[in-house]
């Protein structure tokens, strides 16, 4: 096995209700972590901060920079039934949208974890 070839593939992640595990019709479709393209995003962040003199770091920066790596992360998405984002059903999957559903850190928290899961990324 040529171990350069190993790479992740996506996964899909149905978001659930918190307290009840219920499904919310939602199904998120995600690239790794240490996808190319996260990869740039990560480092977009961090040359911004690098190149900023003054390296003030907030908690909201420091927030901010989260949901736009976990943003990168998510590469589609699918509604279902009666699950909508902010009373759109059909919500497109671009950058403001997923800033949007991210913005519920019950939402972000399940796609952080799932994220967590390196070996689902190379399951056959």
């Known amino acids: 096995m ?3 070839a190993l790479t992740p593939s996506t996964i899909t992640v149905d978001l659930k209700h918190p ?3 219920e499904l919310l019709g939602v199904s998120v479709e995600l ?3 240490e996808s190319d393209e996260v990869k740039a995003v990560e480092r977009s962040l961090k ?3 690098l190149s900023s003199g003054r390296n003030r770091v907030t908690a909201e920066k420091i ?3 989260t949901i736009a790596i976990l943003s990168a992360t998510i590469v ?3 509604f ?3 699950a909508n984002l902010a009373g759109d059903k059909k919500p497109a999957c671009n950058s403001a949208n997923k800033r949007k559903l991210l913005s519920n850190p019950v939402i972000a928290k399940q796609i ?3 994220l967590g899961d390196e070996a689902a990324f190379f399951a056959s």
Do not use: F
């Open 47 to 49: 040359n911004k901060a």
């Open 112 to 114: 952080d974890l799932a």
């Open 19 to 21: 307290g009840t595990g």
């Open 76 to 78: 589609n998405w699918t």
């Open 80 to 82: 279902t039934g009666e």
């Open 63 to 65: 927030d901010d920079n």
């Open 31 to 33: 690239q790794s972590i």
């Open 2 to 4: 040529d171990i350069l």
